[in-house]
T-cell receptor
């Protein structure tokens, strides 16, 4: 149980393109979803937290107009990187959790490469 | 502000050589301490949640323990397939649902 699916697993695109990443909880309802960014050999950096039907809460330093998050249902959240540039290249990982103190379960990440 | 420090940064073991990974934390009221395993190019995989000092959890060759200041992940007779980065994270009472992660311990188990 507690499976989180993230697509696509890898994206390579040109500078200026917008890229959408999907995160789905397959067998549970996710009251809260999280988006992280991870640099090589570093830990996860939380970008934003989203609750179903509410606006996402962004961490300090994360541009909300650059990283658009939509959490339209209890099983789906999307992250759109708008007008992506090479500095946005990174490994993006989503997670989802159910109620209260249940653990976060993670997707397998999306490797984004902007040329 | 919640803080998590993991040590060692990297650990190399021979197959069958038991050891422990350390996670020291400071948190304003612990709601849960979590251990995850992360393989290269993958998202973290949930292992354990510990809620209070003295609690222990086991899964195959792994055993996690918790005190008021630190947690240990004990690996007994490891196998090469246990090679991964092990991440520790805390959920404090003042941080809504957010986790604070440590930087991880990269474990390599050789034959």
């Amino acid at each position: 149980g507690a499976v989180v699916s993230q697509h696509p697993s890898r994206v390579i695109c040109k500078s200026g393109t917008s890229v959408k990443i999907e995160c789905r909880s397959l067998d549970f309802q996710a009251t809260t979803m999280f988006w992280y960014r991870q640099f090589p050999k570093q830990s996860l950096m939380l970008m934003a937290t989203s609750n179903e039907g509410s606006k996402a809460t962004y961490e300090q330093g994360v541009e909300k107009d650059k990283f658009l998050i939509n959490h339209a249902s209890l099983t789906l959240s999307t992250l759109t990187v708008t007008s992506a540039h090479p500095e946005d290249s990174s490994f993006y990982i989503c997670s989802a959790k159910g109620q209260l103190d249940q653990p976060q379960h993670f997707g397998d990440g999306t490797r984004l490469s902007i040329l | 502000e919640d803080q998590v420090t993991q040590s060692p940064e990297a650990l190399r073991l021979q197959e069958g050589e038991s050891s422990s990974l350390n996670c020291s934390y400071t948190v304003s009221g612990l709601r849960g301490l979590f251990w995850y395993r992360q393989d290269p190019g993958k998202g973290p995989e949930f292992l354990f949640t510990l809620y209070s000092a003295g609690e222990e959890k086991e899964k195959e060759r792994l055993k996690a323990t918790l005190t008021k200041k630190e947690s240990f992940l004990h690996i007994t007779a490891p196998k090469p397939e246990d090679s991964a980065t092990y991440l520790c994270a805390v959920h404090g009472t003042g941080t809504a649902s957010k986790l604070t992660f440590g930087t991880g311990t990269r474990l390599q188990v050789t034959l």
